[in-house]
């Protein structure tokens, strides 16, 4: 079973290029999220998803986009990219039961030089 | 102010000795649920144990157990006999309503890095 697949792995940009990160998952979760990993500070939220078409900010939304295009894929853009958004990027995807977890894509390791 | 909040960043427990990872949180919504998750050194996000806030009785999973004072708001992760496979980073997390558009919300602590000693 596939789960959240997140594409690429690894991609390394120069500051200033765009670039999207791709997610989808085949669990039929209504909800989806994007969050960075940095040292130090956990997960942070960038955006989530709690339904096809609907997007929401998350705790550190500045510098990136998202798109909801159907029920299984969530992507991440990043318009202009900066030093500060080398991280690695998780998406995620939950079920509607309230105990449901987050299941996780094995995440992007971002860097901009 | 922090929703999640883990003051160890960095354990080490002995091996087959239990240890106690520590979680306080703070939230409005009277219907929320905790989490613990491990993240190993390959990096993949691996689920461990869930609590809701109206559960009577403190979840367990195997050697996790999860110590739930809902007074205090802390959710500490017990892990019991523990082994050198447990040495990872342990994130605390919990789920919450938001009410403005009833989206479920999921917000990560800092995260502590478990050491297992042989």
């Known amino acids: 079973n596939a789960g959240v697949t997140q594409t690429p792995k690894f991609q390394v940009l120069k500051t200033g290029q765009s670039m999207t990160l791709q997610c989808a998952q085949d669990?039929?979760?209504?909800?989806m999220y994007w969050y960075r990993q940095d040292p130090g500070m956990g997960l942070r939220l960038i955006y989530y998803?709690?339904?096809?078409?609907?997007?929401d900010k998350g705790e550190v939304p500045n510098g990136y986009n998202v798109s909801r295009l159907n029920k299984r894929e969530f992507s991440l853009r990043l318009e202009s990219a900066a030093p500060s958004q080398t991280s690695v990027y998780f998406c995620?995807?939950?079920?509607?039961?309230?105990?449901?977890?987050?299941?996780f894509g094995n995440g992007t390791r971002l860097t901009v030089t | 102010a922090q929703k999640i909040t883990q003051t160890q960043p960095g354990m080490f427990v002995q091996e087959k000795e239990a240890v106690t990872l520590d979680c306080t949180y703070d939230?409005?919504?009277?219907?929320?649920?905790l989490f613990w998750y491990k993240q190993p050194s390959s990096g993949e996000m691996i689920f461990l144990i869930y609590?809701?806030?109206?559960?009577?009785q403190n979840a367990t999973e195997g050697r996790y157990s999860l110590n739930f004072q809902k007074a205090r708001k802390s959710a500490n992760l017990v892990i019991s006999a523990s082994q050198l496979g447990d040495s990872a980073m342990y994130f605390c997390?919990?789920?919450?309503?938001?009410?403005?558009?009833?989206?479920?919300?999921?917000?990560f602590g800092t995260g502590t890095k478990l050491q297992v000693i042989p």
């Open positions: 995620a995807s939950r079920g509607n039961p309230y105990n449901s977890p987050l299941h």
């Open positions: 669990m039929n979760h209504n909800s």
């Open positions: 998803s709690a339904s096809e078409g609907t997007t």
């Open positions: 939230t409005s919504d009277p219907s929320y649920g």
């Open positions: 609590q809701g806030s109206y559960d009577q």
């Open positions: 997390a919990m789920r919450e309503v938001l009410y403005s558009g009833g989206y479920q919300k999921v917000t």
